[in-house]
């Protein structure tokens, strides 16, 4: 028996960037898909970045290096099957290094959804981290094989929400387990046995987010004798429901030519968690990764590298050229009025200095699930969410007192409306200070702090300043 396959990945109608990625070992049939999180370059990072470590974990680990990082096999579990967990071990820690080494990529975090068929025993064998799925289609009965990691699925298992409710909540894209967003990570596996012409989907959810498990179903089964067609339609279909998210999905059949009978048991796989690693396996994961980052190709976002405006050559010779100029300037005019030298300097450039604060507070609905959950993972993802889409999910805060202050005074004192506040200042350090009766600020790393330190840098537009104020229980 041998798989065949198929995968895309689309950015959808409304997302900018596609913050999917999926990876395919084709020689040891290992089929796997990433959703990031994040926003922006953060989310798009996070999930590239797994698949490539991943990818090169697969090529280059032996097997003393997977013992180091899965100890406690004990002789359970196959090598291709430890080679699957430390892999993604490896991806998850590779992100939570990162994470620290960069401040702006704090909270990124990818799904990861993977599967490895192995043929001697006609197995597929699936893993599990966030709410990407595997769905199954056998003798015309379409079957969920993954438990999405999410707080909705939570809610409908404890009955507190019903499944219809699930598509117009408004804590959808909330998952309570991800790659990256921890230092460690629990990796669920479940083992099925393989039949002729059996079909399986991998998907993000953009596909199970905007059309529901019978289009699905007849998707695949009108389309079995090609797979390329059937991965396409399935996109077009989530696009036309809105495709308001990116989506990939990598389409698996099993095939025999010879129409061979091969054993298989009918019965569900046993879902089996790998619980968190041991302090031991974390410090064996650094150590592997450093032979990993070696040969991978890891392009940090360069939004996230931190680059002072200062170090850039160009930009110190221009403004050396321009200091040279303006001192022959004043020397030959005599002028007694003060002026800002760095002032001018910007003026000169055509640039100016200046910040545009914004802020705003989560809907009730949202404050309400917040205050609810006891999961601190689920609510740093929450409140994320808020940093990451504040259109959607927050609306403007009125009336707040905002006061800017530098080394030396304050800059700037006033109140907020509807609209964001446009400040000029000029370039430098500064702290902004909020306060509101009855509200609290929080950070995304869900810091109650009553301020945020901001560096303003000379630029031909405001520099963004968003803060979440959450009203006191």
């Known amino acids: 028996m041998r798989i065949v396959f198929s995968a895309k990945t689309d950015t959808g109608r409304v997302r900018k960037e596609n913050q999917d990625s999926y990876g395919i070992s084709e020689g040891k049939n290992i089929y796997f898909l990433c959703d990031g999180m994040g926003g922006g370059a953060a989310g798009d990072f996070a999930s590239r970045c797994a698949v490539e470590v991943m990818l090169k974990a697969f090529e280059i680990l032996n097997r003393d290096d997977i013992d180091r990082v899965v100890e406690f096999s004990g002789g359970k579990f196959s090598y291709e099957l430890l080679l699957m967990v430390a892999a993604i071990r490896l991806a998850n820690r590779a992100l939570s290094n990162l994470a620290g080494e960069y401040p702006k990529l704090y909270g990124m975090g990818t799904t990861l959804t993977s599967v490895y068929f192995e043929p001697v025993r006609n197995i597929l064998h699936i893993f599990h981290v966030g709410d990407s799925r595997v769905y199954r289609l056998r003798s015309g009965v379409l079957e969920l094989l993954t438990k999405d990691h999410s707080k909705v699925n939570e809610l409908v298992e404890q009955g507190k929400m019903k499944e219809e409710e699930v598509k117009t909540a408004e804590i959808q894209s909330m998952i309570t387990r991800a790659l990256g967003t ?63 998210d990116n989506t990939t999905v990598i389409a698996l059949k099993a095939h025999d030519e010879k129409g061979e009978m091969y054993p298989y048991d009918s ?32 392009d940090i976002p360069k939004s996230a590298q931190k680059r002072s405006f200062m170090e850039n050559p160009l930009v110190l010779g221009m403004l050396l050229a321009m200091l040279v100029a303006l001192l022959g300037f004043y020397t030959t005019k005599c002028s007694t009025e003060r002026v800002s030298t760095n002032t001018q300097l910007i003026t000169l450039a055509g640039k100016f200095s200046g910040l545009k604060v914004e802020i705003r507070e989560p809907t009730p609905e949202l404050c309400q699930i917040f205050r609810k959950s006891d999961d601190t993972v689920a609510k740093l993802q929450l409140i994320q969410d808020w940093y990451n889409d504040s259109e959607h999910d927050t609306v403007p805060l009125r009336d707040v007192e905002v006061s800017i202050f530098d080394a030396k005074k304050e800059q700037f004192r006033g109140s907020t409306t509807d609209f964001p506040l446009e400040i000029k200042l000029g370039s430098g350090a500064f702290v902004v200070k909020v306060r509101k009766a009855g509200y609290k600020l929080i950070t995304d790393k869900m810091e109650v702090r009553d301020g945020v330190d901001v560096t303003v840098e000379p630029s031909s537009r405001y520099t963004p300043v968003l803060l979440i104020m959450m009203p006191l229980q």
């Open 182 to 244: 921890a230092q460690k990570v629990k990796v669920d596996y479940r083992p099925e046995y393989v039949k002729d012409e059996d079909y399986f989907l991998l998907c993000t959810d953009g596909l199970n987010g905007e059309i529901d498990d019978s289009e699905i179903k007849s998707i695949i089964s009108a389309n079995r004798a090609d797979l390329d067609v059937m991965t396409s339609k399935l996109i077009g279909a989530a696009n036309r429901a809105g495709g308001r």
């Open 267 to 298: 019965r569900p796989g046993k879902v089996i968690t790998f619980e968190e690693e041991t302090p031991e396996e974390t410090k064996n994961e650094d150590r592997t990764l450093k032979k990993i980052f070696s040969s991978a190709r890891i």
